[in-house]
């Protein structure tokens, strides 16, 4: 029982510092419970990050900036990083990049089904900090591009 160990909750959720831990000593909380990313493979790293920080005498904070995801509509919409108005706020001087085209699958046929791309770029360091897709398979494309975005990719 959370309320007799003395956990605090918000709601429905336990607030947890960047360790996951609570606001008591010793326990600890991951995944959709503490209402940080409700993903999947976001919980599962935030559980691989706790144990090797408990278990395996690493310092591994939790990182939730850049982490890819997909809305699985028709077409997909997958997208890492910050939006265009986060940006702003975040960075202030930014630049959009937007791209429209039709996919190859779509060319032949001539479908009118078009994929859509936008960029968002920190204007000072040129570092992409958002890509957002809406074409079909963004999801898979996205995650590869969250790797590079993660590891500070720019847009030159």
Not at 16 to 45: C, H, Q
Request: hydrophobic share 40%; glycine share 8%.
């Amino acid at each position: 029982n959370l309320e007799s160990a003395g956990v605090h909750t918000e709601n429905t959720f336990i607030p947890v510092d960047e360790y996951s831990k609570t606001n008591v000593d010793n326990i600890y909380a991951v995944g959709d419970i503490t209402d940080r990313m409700a993903l999947t493979p976001v919980a599962l790293m935030e559980g691989h990050r706790l144990a090797d920080t408990l278990f395996g005498g690493m310092d591994r904070k939790v990182d939730h900036e850049y982490v890819a995801s997909t809305v699985f509509t028709n077409p997909e919409i997958g997208t890492v990083g910050y939006t265009e108005e986060e940006a702003a706020a975040k960075f202030g001087d930014i630049d959009i990049y937007k791209s429209k085209f039709r996919a190859m699958a779509h060319s032949f046929p001539k479908s009118e089904i078009y994929s859509l791309f936008k960029i968002i770029v920190d204007a000072k360091t040129d570092k992409v900090v958002g890509c957002h897709v809406a074409t079909d398979g963004a999801g898979e494309m996205v995650q590869g591009v969250a790797i590079a975005v993660k590891m500070g990719a720019t847009k030159a």
